[in-house]
């Protein structure tokens, strides 16, 4: 039986030309070029971050459901200086907390007022619209879209959406389509192996908070 040589692999794996390729393979070199200028992402929470169940129990809103896979991407995206914001319609606390603890650069809940409140984003993040990609999923965000560099789009979304859109992802929102869209702008930016790099580094790893919710209260607050 062979063994193999663990410490004879390379870290990162491929280099960032190999991943840039993989971008372009995947959307081609307009929308490689276009996705390797972003500095900030912008989602809607429900049908984004989320798959868009609103779950209830006699009290309100009871549940949300957030997939580990964009938890890591986002936290990708952080160590390599991705700003990342949420904005969405409704006030949910289960949203808050997961983008406080995922360390959000901006947090925007219960704003239908959506081109207002991005431009109040852009002034937080000191990022410019032209250099922002903006991900949702029903019409409400189409105002905002007109406003970013990039638009993005979930499979379920409107045809008015997904016709606008620059890109619509594979995956479903809340089970991975953040983490496609957050995996293709660092590697249409040569930046997925600093990610990865930066990932393996102990100082750099993520906290118990951002990969789960089981952390005490105090971490995200």
């Given at each position: 039986?062979?063994?193999?040589?663990h410490d004879s692999r390379p870290w990162p794996p491929r280099t960032d030309e190999d991943y840039?390729?993989?971008?372009?393979?995947?959307?081609?070199?307009?929308?490689?070029?276009?996705?390797?200028?972003?500095?900030?992402?912008?989602?809607d929470?429900?049908?984004v971050l989320t798959p868009g169940n609103l779950?209830?129990?006699v009290e309100g809103e009871a549940l949300k459901e957030f997939h580990s896979h964009d938890g890591l991407g986002l936290v990708m995206g952080r160590l390599v200086g991705i700003k990342r914001a949420v904005l969405t319609g409704r006030n949910s606390g289960i949203v808050q907390r997961r983008c406080r603890e995922l360390r959000f650069d901006s947090i925007?809940?219960?704003?239908?007022?959506?081109v207002?409140?991005?431009?109040?984003?852009?002034?937080?993040?000191g990022c410019r619209?032209?250099?922002?990609l903006y991900m949702g999923d029903d019409l409400i965000d189409?105002?905002?879209?007109?406003?970013?560099?990039?638009?993005?789009?979930?499979?379920?979304?409107p045809n008015e959406i997904r016709e606008y859109c620059h890109y619509v992802t594979s995956c479903e929102g809340g089970h991975g389509a953040v983490r496609e869209v957050v995996d293709l702008v660092l590697k249409s930016a040569g930046l997925y192996g600093q990610a990865l790099d930066l990932l393996g580094k102990k100082e750099e790893q993520p906290t118990r908070a951002e990969l789960s919710s089981d952390a005490e209260e105090e971490t995200w607050q």
């Open positions: 039986m062979n063994e193999t040589n840039r390729q993989e971008a372009v393979v995947l959307v081609g070199d307009k929308l490689a070029d276009l996705l390797a200028k972003v500095r900030l992402m912008v989602f929470a429900d049908g779950i209830y129990s925007k809940l219960g704003r239908f007022d959506k207002d409140a991005l431009r109040e984003i852009l002034a937080e993040t619209a032209a250099d922002t189409l105002p905002a879209m007109y406003e970013v560099g990039c638009a993005v789009a979930v499979p379920s979304a």
